[in-house]
C-alpha cells in the first residue's frame, strides 16, 4: 500500500490525492454496476424457480451471460424522443435518478476502514441525498408529457414522500441507541452488549431490540424504491409501465440501474443499521468484509422473494400502510425505546 | 491564483445567483420551480463549505426532499396562463419597485450598518473536530431549549390549522375500512343452504 502510494505522488505529484479517490470511486462503482448485472440474472432465476420454471439459461453456461447480452442489447437500441416531450428535462431525469443512488455510496462503510468518505454525519447525508432520488421519477414522468408516465409520476411522488417519515423515524431510533450518526460508529454500538460478551454476537444486533423499526425500515425500503408489491409507478397492468413508459434503450436502462442501485443501497443500509454491518455473527469466526457481502445478499433475496410472492398492493391501501400503521408505529416505538434507554434497563449502556 | 475554497465559493455562489434570477425569469412553472431546487442545492453546498454541515443536509433533507416535491407535484398539475399573469405587470410595477428597494434597503441595514450589527455570538468556543450534529443538538436542549419547544408548538398549530381549513366534515362517500375486509370470514359473506336432491321425473 505504501509502496502504491510513494509510486502516485511520483507520477501524479500534488494532485495525487485527488486521482486516488477517483481510483476509490471507481472500485465503488464498478463492482456496484456488476452487482446490479448480476442482480437481474439472479432475480430472475430465483423467481424463476419460485415458479417452477428454469429462468434463463441459454446465454453461456447456466445462462450467465445473459445480463452483458441484455446490456448490450440496451446500448444499441435506439432511443426515442417523444414529439411533445420536454427534450432537456426528457434526457436528464434518469441522470437525476441515478446520481443520487450512487452518491450515497460515498459514505457506506464496507469495513471499519474501507470506506470512502468516514464522516460524521454519514446517516443525515444518506437521508439527505436519497430524498433527492424521487425527483429523476416525478421529471421522467411530466416529461414525457403522456398521461400514463405522469400518473406513474405522481403516485411515486406521493408514495417516496410518505414513507420517508416512517423510514426516518427508524433511523431517528436507530442513531438514539447508538449514540452517533456515524455509520462505522453504529456499527460499533452493535458489536457490544450482553449477548456479544457470551460470544453470541448476533442477538447484540439492533434487529432484536429494535425489531419493529428494523420490520418498518426494510418494508419502507421496498416502497421507496417502488419494487413489488409496492410498485405502482409501474403498475404495468394498470398504467403501462408509469414514468418509464416513453423510454426507450439506454436511457431506459439508466432508470433500471438506479432502481438495481438503490435496493443495493437498502440492503446494504439495513444490514449496517439493523444486523451489524462486517461483524461475525459468532465470537470465534473473524469480522470481515465477507460478512457484510452476505448479508447484503440476504436482503437482496427478500426483495426478490417479496416480488415472486406478493399481488401488487391498492393505492389506497399503500397510503394507509404508510401513514396510518407504520408512522404511528414508529412513533410508539420512538417513545418506547426512549423510555427504556432512561431506565434502570437500559442495555446502550 | 485563488486557493480551492476560494474557487468553490465563487462557482457555487455564481450558480446560485444565476439560479435565483432564473426562478423568476422563467417562463415555464415548472423550470422556475426547478431552478429553485437548484438554488436550495448550491445554498447547501455553500453552507457545507462554512462548515456547517448538519444546516446543509437538512437544508437538503427538508426542502429539496419534502417541500418541492410536494411544490413541484402541484405546479406540475396547475394550467397557468402566463399571458393573463403578465397583463398587470406595468400597473403593479411601481407598487413592486417600492417594496423591492425597501428589502435592499433592510438587507443592507442589516448587513452593513453599526445600529444593526448581530451582538457578538456568545457561543462556547468548540474543538475544531467537534461534530457539528453533536454540539447543535446539546446547545438546542439546554440554552436554548425554550426557543426550541416555542417552534414545535408553532408548528404543531400550523398544521391543526391547516386542517382545519381543509376539513369539510367526515367523508359522505363510501369507503372501505381495511380491517374490516381483513377481519371478514366466509359464514359472514354466505350462507350454505341444505336442501335435498330433486328427483326429475
Redesign the interface.
Known amino acids: 500500500m505504501d509502496t502504491l502510494m510513494q509510486w502516485g505522488t511520483g507520477v501524479f505529484g500534488t494532485t495525487w490525492s485527488a486521482v486516488w479517490v477517483l481510483i476509490k470511486i471507481v472500485l465503488i462503482v464498478l463492482p456496484l454496476l456488476l452487482g446490479v448485472a448480476y442482480l437481474t440474472y439472479f432475480e430472475r432465476k430465483v423467481i424463476g424457480y419460485m415458479q417452477v420454471r428454469i429462468g434463463p439459461n441459454r446465454v453461456g453456461p447456466l445462462g450467465l451471460i445473459q445480463p452483458i447480452a441484455d446490456g448490450v442489447k440496451l446500448l444499441l437500441k435506439e432511443i426515442v424522443i417523444p414529439t411533445g416531450a420536454n427534450r432537456f428535462?426528457f434526457v436528464i431525469a434518469p441522470m437525476l435518478s441515478l446520481a443520487p443512488a450512487l452518491a450515497a455510496w460515498a459514505v457506506v462503510p464496507f469495513t471499519d476502514t474501507l470506506v470512502l468518505a468516514n464522516?460524521?454525519?454519514s446517516l443525515?447525508?444518506i437521508?439527505?441525498?436519497?430524498?433527492?432520488g424521487?425527483?429523476g421519477v416525478?421529471?421522467a414522468g411530466?416529461a414525457s408529457n403522456s398521461k400514463y408516465a405522469?400518473l406513474g409520476?405522481?403516485r411515486a411522488?406521493?408514495q417516496?414522500?410518505s414513507y420517508?417519515i416512517a423510514m426516518g423515524f427508524a433511523l431517528v431510533v436507530v442513531l438514539m441507541v447508538s449514540g452517533s450518526?456515524n455509520l462505522v460508529d453504529i456499527v460499533h454500538a452493535q458489536q457490544k452488549g450482553t449477548f456479544a460478551d457470551m460470544g453470541l454476537n448476533f442477538l447484540s444486533w439492533n434487529w432484536l431490540p429494535l425489531l419493529p423499526l428494523f420490520v418498518v425500515y426494510f418494508i419502507s425500503g421496498i416502497a421507496e424504491t417502488n419494487r413489488a408489491p409496492f410498485d405502482v409507478a409501474e403498475g404495468e397492468s394498470e398504467i403501462v409501465a408509469g414514468f418509464h413508459v416513453d423510454y426507450s434503450g439506454m436511457a431506459f436502462a439508466v432508470f433500471f440501474l438506479a432502481e438495481y442501485t438503490e435496493m443495493i443501497l437498502i440492503a446494504a443500509l439495513t444490514s449496517l443499521l439493523f444486523l451489524g454491518g462486517w461483524s461475525s455473527p459468532v465470537a470465534f469466526l473473524p469480522d470481515g468484509m465477507v460478512w457484510m457481502l452476505a448479508k447484503m445478499c440476504f436482503m437482496l433475496f427478500f426483495f426478490l422473494w417479496f416480488r415472486a410472492t406478493f399481488p401488487r398492493y391498492r393505492y389506497d391501501?399503500i397510503m394507509?400502510l404508510g401513514w396510518k400503521v407504520f408512522i404511528p408505529l414508529t412513533v410508539v416505538w420512538l417513545f418506547v425505546v426512549g423510555i427504556w434507554m432512561l431506565s434502570p434497563l437500559n442495555i446502550w449502556k | 491564483m485563488m486557493d480551492f475554497k476560494t474557487t468553490v465559493f465563487f462557482f457555487l455562489s455564481a450558480m446560485l445567483i444565476f439560479a435565483a434570477l432564473r426562478v423568476i425569469t422563467a417562463r415555464n412553472p415548472?423550470h422556475a420551480v426547478?431552478h429553485l431546487?437548484l438554488a436550495f442545492f448550491t445554498a447547501a453546498g455553500l453552507w457545507v463549505l462554512l462548515q456547517a454541515?448538519?444546516l446543509a443536509?437538512?437544508l437538503?433533507?427538508v426542502y429539496?426532499?419534502?417541500v418541492m416535491?410536494?411544490f413541484?407535484?402541484v405546479v406540475?398539475m396547475l394550467d397557468i396562463n402566463l399571458d393573463q399573469l403578465r397583463q398587470g405587470f406595468w400597473s403593479y410595477l411601481p407598487l413592486g419597485t417600492v417594496i423591492g428597494i425597501l428589502m435592499v434597503i433592510e438587507m443592507g441595514m442589516v448587513l452593513g450598518s453599526r445600529y444593526f450589527q448581530v451582538p457578538d455570538s456568545d457561543l462556547p468556543n468548540v474543538a475544531a473536530n467537534a461534530?457539528?450534529?453533536?454540539e447543535l443538538g446539546a446547545l438546542l436542549s439546554t440554552d436554548y431549549v425554550y426557543p426550541f419547544e416555542l417552534a414545535a408548538v408553532i408548528l404543531l398549530v400550523a398544521v391543526i390549522a391547516a386542517v382545519a381549513l381543509t376539513f369539510r366534515g367526515p367523508k359522505k362517500t363510501r369507503y372501505t375500512n381495511?380491517a374490516d375486509q381483513i377481519r371478514v370470514k366466509a359464514a359472514d359473506r354466505m350462507r350454505i343452504v341444505k336442501m335435498p336432491v330433486e328427483k326429475q321425473d
Open positions: 428535462l464522516i460524521d454525519a443525515l447525508y437521508l439527505a441525498i436519497g430524498s433527492m424521487v425527483y416525478v421529471l411530466w405522469f409520476a405522481m411522488a406521493a417516496i414522500v420517508e450518526l391501501h394507509r | 415548472v426547478l431546487i454541515e448538519f443536509m437538512v437538503v433533507m429539496i426532499g419534502a416535491v410536494l413541484l407535484f406540475m461534530s457539528n450534529t453533536q381495511p
